[in-house]
């Protein structure tokens, strides 16, 4: 079967899916660059998604950012996600108990990557702060490590054959799928993942898997704080309280 061509619904779509947490505001040029598609042709679907709102445009420079009616169809999706529905008493409970930054993630469609779908933010002056819809690797976070631990093992092997290297963030990220599989065996025994550094530097993230009511793993919540807040001690006690919320 011959494999289908690229069409304009799929050039609109990579452009919308360029912007990001970090990448907030883009120019035709570079549009092009990242797409390796000529500024000419970025630039008439960038009209179309501006005349139809899902772009618009800054006065000043000119550059280009995510409009009200993706912001629109973001709420759609948060409206009738039962996930977020079901998880917001766990969030908001946690966030009481242990004082910290909570967040809610889902493994991305490519299942290598975790996306932040919602979170509760520290009241403390000293936090971490990663913005809701942010994508990381996910070998590099608990949230993504925890999800990825209650995939089919066979899949797993199947997205990170043995003795590959893996993009890192500091130096203490998983750099080897080997030394990942094993991580992963270990976060089965527990039930718990654990992130000493692995994303940023003097940052500890505990998460656990979120179920839904048919004890399937629909996403992941985590408890996220300094590291000089994170005893050992401190650890036990934030996964004794998750795992106390999230069982009851």
Known sequence: MREARPTSIDLALDLLELFSAEKIELGISEMA??????ASTIHRTVVVLKDRGYIEQERERGRYRLGLKAFEVGCVYQNQSNVM???TQCLE???QLTNETI???VLDQG????AYIAKIDCPQVLKTDIRIGTKLYAHCTALGKVLLANLDPLLVRKLFPPHRR???YTPHSIADTDL???RLAEIRRRGFALDRGEFRSEVVCVAMPFRDRNGKVVAAIS???PAYRCSAERIEQIRSMMAATLDG
């Open 33 to 38: 660059r990242l797409l390796h598609k000529r």
């Open 93 to 95: 409970r946690l966030s």
């Open 85 to 87: 529905k079901e998880a």
């Open 103 to 105: 967040n809610l993630a």
């Open 166 to 168: 893996l993009p890192t």
């Open 180 to 182: 990942l599989h094993e």
């Open 111 to 114: 299942l290598k990557e975790v």
């Open 223 to 225: 408890v996220t704080a």
